[in-house]
């Protein structure tokens, strides 16, 4: 069921300077957006699109509705895709938006859903052996018969069930490398840093490796400060903007001090996250200029390996691959040729493009965990698009694209392979290596 309207007759409420942002006065309410928001695609009302958000935060700005349980369900309902901001001729950056709204709101759900939500927020994600910690006594619950058991006892609630089918099984290692400098191979072409991320690195060790070695074999010196956190991408989606300046200053602090040419990143969401901490600081006179400079920093693996250029011989991958655009790659970042260009290089790989590649997929941080029924409908389309190209391989460099598409393949027994990007490119230097 659609989501009701905010009321203009809602209870008297104050106006907030803090939503008075810039952004806001540059929507002409053109609509170009609408048909570019999934959320209003299904629900066909104007509150679930961008338009309409942004007609509820100038009206809760200005104290002619209260931010009541309503307004949150709107600001949440919205999956922080930024499609709309590649559809604005006025060049809206929306995401700012939607995340100046939900820091007014804090974290969505029922009370013990909001307590869970930031005790990760703010207990787990900041903190990378916490995390590994977690992640170890989650490997634990799935491999000990203790799921089996649960599950056999009816001991586990229906929502959290279902949360646990987007769950793959936890890896054996997770990403914590004994050095902190690995060197190039052959004449080093520049040094970089690895924002190896806490997603990535509890669940995508091998992706991690892969990246360092792919640079390696590029003339890159790679650094993977032990000082660094999580880049606070899940922070501020989910209004703890507070929480998420203090894991940007941390990132900001070590990989200045690294004296990188660049700040690698191999996860869509963290680089769109990290490009904006100029605008996340632009309040901060003690932090905007090393913010800029660590923003200017930043670049996605495929971004910076396309300018870096391949170097070497790769061998044969042959895959029929079909390629998912990010969100945050593709609208928050601009950025959809170099993967595609990289793919073409792989000797054996046949790329077949997908209906709707940059389409959201339904994770969007944890949307799928918030909002699994919208969050299903939109996955439903994303796996019928990618079963009509007849692809073997799904490219989606995004860890939570990754969870959420092979979810959605394993559900439907299709034999899909999910990779990044950067999986076919060390495999192709692998097989030159052996041919």
Known sequence: MAPQAASPEAPAAQPIPRLAIPELDKCIQCGFCLQHCPTYRILSVET????GRIHLIEAAAQGRIPIDARFEEHMYVCLGCRACETAC???????????????????????????LTLLALRHLMPFPGRLRLAAA????????????????????????AEMETLLPRIPDHFFAPAQEVFPAMGPQRARVGLLSGCVMSVMFADLNEATIRVLQRNGCEVVVPRAQTCCGALNLHSGERDQARAMARRNIDTFLAAGVDAIVINAAGCGSASKEYEVLFRDDPSYSARAAQFSHLCRDVSEFLAELGLVGGLGEVRARVTYQDPCHLAHGQGIRRQPRELLRRIPG????????????????????????????????????????????????????CMLQIAGGVRARGMRVHVHHLIDLIDRAYRAADTA
């Open 349 to 400: 790989v046949d790329l077949v493009e997908m209906s709707g590649s940059d389409r959201c997929c339904g994770s969007a941080g944890i949307y799928n965990l918030t909002q699994p029924e919208y969050s299903r409908v939109i996955l439903d389309e994303k796996v019928a698009a990618i079963q009509a190209t007849g692809a073997d391989v799904v490219v989606a460099p995004n860890p939570g």
């Open 48 to 51: 679930e699109s961008p338009r």
């Open 89 to 115: 001729p006025s060049g809206v950056k929306f995401g700012t938006i939607i995340e100046a709204a939900r820091a007014e709101i804090g974290p969505t759900g029922s009370p013990l859903a909001r307590r």
């Open 137 to 160: 006594l989650l490997r634990f619950y799935q491999r000990s018969g203790l799921r089996s058991a649960a599950h056999a006892l009816h001991l586990v609630p229906r929502r959290l």
